[in-house]
């Protein structure tokens, strides 16, 4: 069926690094901008960041521009998130979102949700 | 940056009664606005894009209306599971913001 698996999160410490993926199945995945959204414990969702459906570009909030790294590999059907040099304020669960876009086109919205991945950072 | 502001807080209602929620934009963003609901545990749902089209699947209850910076998403003879929180979201400017989210909840 039509889905999003995150794995990779963990509890790790402050200035080390992690590495979340984001399997995608049931869709042609190639076909799709996909995102990072994130939500810390209690709190709103945060988008973190989007890559094309090629690869070809990326944006980041600013509050993770120059530590972590989008990325997919559609070969694998699969989207990544380098988070490194994490601080406390990066514990949230993690969420890939699917673009609504599809057909090349990104559109900015999230119609496809993964169950989410917690990436806790603490000493 | 465009802020978005949600009001209210949260919002305590009985089932069958209307649910009326707003969402703020700091400027004028057309119709670019997303609605979301999410229950405790569990990922986001898309609901309502561009102001006012429900997604696939949405019950005909949710029905979304704005433009410009004043947005509503109104929700028809609540269901019980309708009670969950619900976030606005701006799709035309980076960082595409959300708004902090507007609890139902159950009276």
């Given at each position: 069926q039509v889905q999003l698996v995150e794995?990779?999160?963990g509890v790790v410490q402050p200035g080390r690094s992690l590495r979340l993926s984001c399997a995608a199945s049931g869709f042609t995945f190639s076909d799709y901008g996909?995102?990072?959204?994130?939500?810390a414990p209690g709190k709103g969702l945060e988008w973190v960041a989007v890559i094309w459906n090629d690869g070809?570009?990326?944006y980041y909030?600013?509050?993770v521009k120059g530590r972590f790294t989008i990325s997919r590999d559609n070969s694998k059907n699969t989207m990544y998130l380098q988070m490194n040099s994490l601080r406390a304020?990066?514990?949230?669960?993690y969420y890939c979102a699917r673009d609504s876009g599809g057909q090349l086109l990104l559109r900015n919205y999230f119609?496809?949700?993964g169950?989410?991945?917690l990436v806790t950072v603490s000493s | 940056e465009i802020v978005l502001t949600q009001s209210p807080a949260t919002l305590s209602l009985s089932p069958g009664e209307r649910a009326t929620l707003s969402c703020r934009a700091s400027q004028s963003i057309s119709s670019f606005l997303a609605w979301y609901q999410q229950k405790p545990g569990r990922a986001p749902r898309l609901l309502i894009y561009d102001a006012s089209i429900r997604a696939t699947g949405?019950?005909?209850?949710?029905?979304?209306?704005g433009s410009g910076t004043t947005f509503t998403l109104t929700i028809d003879s609540l269901e019980p599971e309708d009670f969950a929180v619900y976030y606005c979201q701006l799709r035309s400017a980076w960082p595409l913001p959300f708004g902090q989210g507007t609890k139902l909840e159950i009276k």
């Open positions: 794995s990779g999160g996909m995102h990072w959204v994130r939500q070809s570009n990326n909030v600013d509050s304020e990066d514990t949230a669960v119609d496809l949700w169950q989410g991945t | 949405i019950p005909a209850r949710f029905s979304g209306s």
